[in-house]
């Protein structure tokens, strides 16, 4: 079991920046991989970074390559996503999410509303 809260969304206008933050608890040495995923209105939840637990390797949507960071403090138990060049395509909510073990992400945070204004 794992619990996942996102943090860090908000208003900002069209080529600002911001920093989500996602803390994890629970049998967090069991995560294989960490991502943050995003649902804008009027489409389905898609893919945006990934992490994997151990190495560090990432993987980045075309969209948002170039622009967002994914990053991780194993310490603290904690993934990042730095947005640079936030664009209004952006707004969506942004979901942290983790898979236990190899397989499909299993567990989701709560999501936190990143709004780009125009």
């Known amino acids: 079991q794992v619990q996942l809260v996102e943090s860090g969304g908000g208003l900002v206008q069209a080529g600002g920046s911001l920093r989500l933050s996602c803390a994890a608890s629970g049998r967090t040495s069991s995560i294989y991989r960490m991502g943050w995923f995003r649902q804008a209105p009027g489409k389905e939840r898609e893919f945006v970074a990934q992490i994997w637990g151990s190495g560090g390797s990432t993987t980045y949507a075309d969209s948002v390559k170039g622009r967002f960071s994914i990053s991780r403090d194993n310490a603290k138990n904690t993934v990042y996503l730095q947005m640079n060049s936030l664009k209004s395509e952006d707004t969506a909510v942004y979901y942290c999410?983790?898979?236990?073990?190899?397989?499909?992400?299993?567990?989701w945070g709560q999501g936190t509303q990143v709004t780009v204004s125009s």
């Open positions: 999410a983790v898979a236990v073990g190899v397989g499909s992400y299993n567990y």
